[in-house]
């Protein structure tokens, strides 16, 4: 690569493709070229960095005249980088550089980036510029085909988008591509490794971007344009590593850091790129705070995000990038109304969030990103529709999602995201199906789902956010096979999910996720223990939920999940007194089972899960209190249970709702109906947990 011209690179693309301009611009520029790396050619000395990359929106506010001054930035330029897309093929600008840089001579230095479409299509997915596909000489001479140049593909998931990336650096350097990667490698394992003090430095540093902020007008100027910029890889780059290894600490002063940059400046005179940023470090910090059980400040922060981006949409429609950031304001605030159990609160944020993800998919169907923003929109609005209750309908969503992200998987076999949002479609398939008694075929949903997430997590081991994931399979398969009746085989995949949550918890103790996770984990295998009477292990399991769930709720007793998973909990614990004959503690933690879940009386306002583990408790209520010569609490304890029965689930197909009420029959001494329940629930190959008392 050339030292003698102006530019290292002109960066040539559509207007459409902006932000993938923006971060190829922005990763080239802050890329540093390892000192020990040699190019094998010596007519191209290695420099020390790929800057500056010429671009229009940063470059041509001096130039005279537009022409002339692309014209001249073209001759000043090492290399010519084609951003390839459909809208590239359609820009007349585009094709125009891209012959301006032929007929220089220098064919061999166009390099070529893939962000959309298809190459050599030859239809409306073409992403190739005809003058890539028909180049020219300096004589304006047709080159012969097979001069066309070797393109970087970025258009799948992180992996694919940074391989693509050193494809072109290896490109522009003119060396080895598995060399560089394996330089890249272990840049990034030293990164990692030291990421804790290169947080505490970019604090400082921000701290003295701020106060340099206040110096002469063009001095502040590129003052603060360092300051974005190091911004742009705090909310980029630094926040997904720190993500990865859950270091939830830093992460939230990360955001922190940004916001307070953002405060020394008015709103009002913000440039748009800043109050984009803003809206970013909101949701950041939004996250850190659900994260931390803290829903209302969280939902704060989401909204004023919401405001932000809103506004910025309002005043240019058409920026692709903003209206995907409206669209993730919407799901955010919807996710806090999902965790306080307002799902139609939910679904209307979510059914907003599709609005937009749709019709942007709608523009660009064959886009991989927006493939995958429309299938997160899909899975957040049937899981909503799952937990209201609303199976049919969450069924078609679930099965839009498959149909997606499978079609996005195919298109980008080698990308792990795509592998995992598979997983979680067929995760989500199979907790459905369990609630409508298919749990032959829910178990099959939960075996390709664990199967998926082994793969990824094997090839990735030290990805914590990933082994989270599969920790959470493990669970789902070892509670679909608890209704099976597979005790043991329930039980290993438990322990399995067991021993990841512990270490995940012992990185990052303050990570209340993994520990909702694992009380619920521990109460799966306590229940496998009283069934295969272990009671001294079921004991230890129920125990350790305890704590853990106790611990989470003095932190928010508003959290809904974690009350609903502490009445399960200690329901358990209830059925356990009551089989070593503590008949008295057995029934007072029935009681506060029943206290805490007893429904609102507004239907749409109450979740499902919480009405069935309501009417289980009823019914272990009405048996306790029959053992114990209480006839009349016996008989309005299971008089609710059926009035309850009636009011919310009329019908269903659900083996547990089934199990109610073919014991309430029971109880009844109408043995004939319930016995018809027993069989359908033999047919399903389930098995009650439900213990007898």
Not at 7 to 15: E, G
Not at 30 to 45: G, N, S
Not at 433 to 447: N, P, T, Y
Request: net charge negative.
């Amino acid at each position: 690569m050339s030292e003698n011209h102006e530019y290292r690179a002109f960066l040539s693309y559509s207007h459409r493709d902006l932000k993938w301009a923006d971060w190829l611009h922005r990763e080239l520029e802050r890329y540093r070229v390892p000192p020990h790396l040699r190019p094998k050619d010596d007519a191209h000395p290695s420099p020390r960095n790929l800057r500056p990359i010429f671009r229009d929106r940063d470059d041509l506010s001096g130039g005279a005249s537009l022409p002339e001054t692309i014209n001249k930035a073209l001759v000043d330029s090492g290399a010519l980088i084609v951003l390839c897309s459909p809208a590239a093929v359609a820009s007349d600008w585009v094709n125009e550089e891209i012959r301006s840089f032929q007929r220089l001579g220098r064919h061999d230095r166009i390099f070529c980036v893939i962000v959309d479409g298809e190459p050599n299509s030859g239809d409306k997915h073409e992403c190739f510029p005809a003058t890539l596909r028909e180049p020219v000489s300096a004589g304006n001479q047709p080159f012969p085909i097979n001069s066309q140049p070797i393109a970087a593909d970025v258009r799948g998931g992180k992996q694919e988008r940074q391989r693509g990336k050193m494809m072109l650096i290896a490109g522009l350097l003119g060396v080895g591509l598995d060399e560089l990667l394996q330089r890249d490698h272990h840049r990034r394992a030293r990164r990692l490794a030291a990421i804790t003090a290169t947080t505490t430095l970019l604090a400082l540093v921000m701290a003295g971007l701020m106060i340099f902020a206040f110096m002469a007008q063009a001095e502040a100027e590129r003052r603060r344009a360092d300051a974005e910029n190091l911004i742009s890889f705090m909310l980029g780059d630094l926040r997904e590593d720190l993500h990865a290894i859950h270091r939830l600490d830093l992460y939230n002063s990360v955001s922190e850091k940004a916001m307070e940059y953002f405060r020394s400046h008015d709103a009002k005179d913000a440039r748009e790129e800043v109050l984009a940023q803003r809206a970013q470090a909101l949701i950041q910090i939004g996250e850190s705070r659900l994260d931390r059980a803290d829903m209302k400040g969280a939902l704060k922060a989401f909204e004023e995000s919401f405001e932000i981006n809103k506004s910025l949409v309002s005043k240019n429609p058409s920026r692709v990038d903003w209206n995907i950031a409206l669209a993730e304001s919407h799901f955010y605030i919807g996710k806090v109304h999902w965790q306080r159990h307002e799902f139609d609160k939910a679904a209307t944020k979510f059914e907003q969030q599709l609005s937009i993800v749709d019709a942007l998919a709608d523009v660009e169907p064959d886009n991989s990103e927006r493939l995958s923003q429309r299938g997160y929109a899909w899975t957040n609005y049937g899981r909503v529709l799952e937990l209201d209750g609303q199976y049919e309908e969450a069924l078609k969503a679930y099965d839009k999602v498959m149909e997606i992200f499978e079609r996005l998987e195919s298109v980008h076999p080698n990308d792990a995201d795509s592998h995992l949002e598979v997983g979680f479609a067929h995760n989500n398939l199979g907790k459905l199906k369990m609630s409508f008694g298919l749990l032959e075929a829910a178990e099959h949903h939960f075996r390709e789902d664990l199967a998926i997430k082994r793969r990824v997590v094997n090839e990735n081991p030290n990805h914590n956010l990933w082994r989270g994931y599969l920790a959470s399979s493990y669970t789902w398969l070892g509670r679909v096979l608890n209704l099976r009746g597979s005790l043991t085989d329930s039980s290993n995949q438990g322990e399995a999910a067991l021993r990841i949550l512990d270490a995940l918890i012992e990185i990052d103790p303050t990570m209340t996720p993994h520990r909702q996770r694992r009380s619920k984990v521990q109460t799966l295998l306590a229940t496998n223990c009283r069934l295969q009477q272990k009671p001294e292990c079921a004991a230890s399991h129920i125990s350790a939920a305890l704590a853990d769930l106790n611990q989470l709720t003095r932190v928010n007793p508003d959290n809904a999940q974690w009350q609903r998973d502490l009445s399960d909990c200690r329901l358990e614990a209830a059925w356990q007194a009551a089989i070593a004959g503590q008949t008295e503690h057995a029934m007072r933690l029935t009681e506060s089972v029943i206290e805490s879940t007893r429904p609102s009386g507004q239907r749409e306002a109450d979740d499902k899960e919480t009405i069935k583990l309501y009417m289980t408790a009823l019914l272990t209520q009405g048996d306790l209190a029959g053992k114990n010569n209480q006839p009349e609490l016996a008989s309005n304890a299971r008089q609710t249970v059926l009035s309850t029965l009636q009011i919310y689930f009329p019908v269903s197909r659900d083996p547990e709702i089934i199990d109610i009420h073919a014991k309430l029959l029971t109880h009844h001494g109408n043995l004939t109906k319930a016995r018809g329940f027993e069989e359908s629930l033999k047919r399903m190959d389930y098995h009650s947990a439900y213990p007898q008392l």
